[in-house]
């Protein structure tokens, strides 16, 4: 057996055998593949320009965002320039009303507004093809309030049953009903109160109130009926009476949940504004309003929230009442051109 030794020897020979033999082969071999035939190349096919333009866009868009401009250009590369109605749609501002319909009534503003009578006008409603202010909120809701009810509705009649539903929406009206009676004889004779039953009159909803009735003098009109000649539509007031030395609408609301804030009323600054419009422009009264006021009575007595609605208040409420006035307007339209009779 050969030694370790003598086995590295012949193995360092050997290496340096490859060394010395190494450029002959590279020389031989580069000599063989430079006589082979040129294989074509995939990559020389490409067109150069394009090619480097992919590449320069490619390390440019890594070095620097895009902007709203550049993507707008590859969009309309992509799919075709942008339409002109849908950019016009996008850049429109919040919807006017067509109607021009002023809130207030300069002729009335200018005329007698103190009051001649001491006895309240209570003008009964006539019931005709002229649409209410109710009505008009009722078939203009939108969707997101259509639902919100629809929830409200399951949800009772999951805890109630459809009967027992039935009756708290029944006892609800009742409720309200007495409560009216109750704030429209304390607030136009005593003798009428004294009709009423002791246990409507001493509900929590009256005792809620008791406050707000403290700052309420001058009243105009109890459950009267107002009809804007020129816009068509009807309804039935609450109350107009000076709250705190302003004219209002008095709109009286019953809860058994807390409503703090206006937009816990939902639409009823609309129905304010919508008799208040009315009145100006209905020749029953001869005075004008310029404000309206919510009062939200409480079933377990607490204090009621009010509302007080200014003159400018009034004007931005009563320009959404317009557009949605518009709305049933349209909306009966097309219901009348579907179903002719």
């Not at 969707?143 to 708290?168: N, P, S, V």
């Not at 409507?200 to 008791?210: E, H, R």
Request: aromatic content about 8%.
């Amino acid at each position: 057996m050969q030694s370790l030794s003598s086995m590295c020897k012949k193995l360092g020979r050997s290496s340096r055998l490859f060394v010395e033999l190494a450029p002959s082969i590279s020389f031989s071999t580069s000599c063989y593949f430079c006589s082979q035939k040129k294989k074509n190349n995939s990559y020389q096919e490409v067109n150069q320009n394009r090619y480097s333009n992919l590449i320069h866009s490619i390390v440019s868009t890594r070095i620097s965002s895009q902007t709203p401009e550049s993507l707008l250009q590859e969009d309309e590369l992509l799919y075709g320039p942008v339409s002109k109605c849908k950019t016009q749609e996008q850049g429109s501002g919040p919807k006017v009303a067509q109607n021009t319909i002023l809130l207030l009534n300069p002729e009335k503003r200018n005329g007698s507004n103190t009051i001649t009578d001491s006895i309240p006008l209570k003008i009964p409603l006539q019931k005709n093809k002229i649409p209410s202010v109710t009505r008009i909120l009722q078939q203009t809701m939108t969707e997101k309030q259509i639902l919100i009810l629809e929830r409200w509705k399951h949800r009772m009649i999951l805890e109630l049953g459809e009967d027992g539903f039935a009756k708290y929406t029944s006892d609800i009206f009742l409720q309200g009903k007495h409560f009216h009676e109750v704030l429209e004889a304390m607030l136009s004779s005593p003798e009428q109160l004294k009709e009423l039953d002791e246990k409507t009159i001493s509900s929590g909803y009256v005792a809620s109130v008791q406050h707000v009735l403290k700052d309420i003098s001058g009243v105009r009109a109890l459950e009267s009926a107002v009809h804007h000649e020129t816009l068509k539509y009807l309804g039935l007031m609450d109350c107009v009476a000076e709250y705190r030395g302003k004219l209002c609408v008095i709109d009286w609301k019953t809860s058994e949940k807390p409503k703090p804030f206006i937009r816990n009323t939902f639409d009823n600054p609309l129905q304010v504004v919508a008799y208040v419009g009315a009145i100006n422009h209905d020749a029953n009264y001869n005075f004008e309003v310029q404000c309206g006021l919510i009062v939200v009575a409480y079933k377990d007595g607490s204090p009621a929230h009010t509302h007080f609605m200014d003159s400018d208040l009034c004007s931005q409420y009563w320009s959404k009442w317009l557009l949605r006035l518009e709305k049933y307007t349209e909306k009966e339209k097309n219901q009348t051109t579907e179903n002719p009779k």
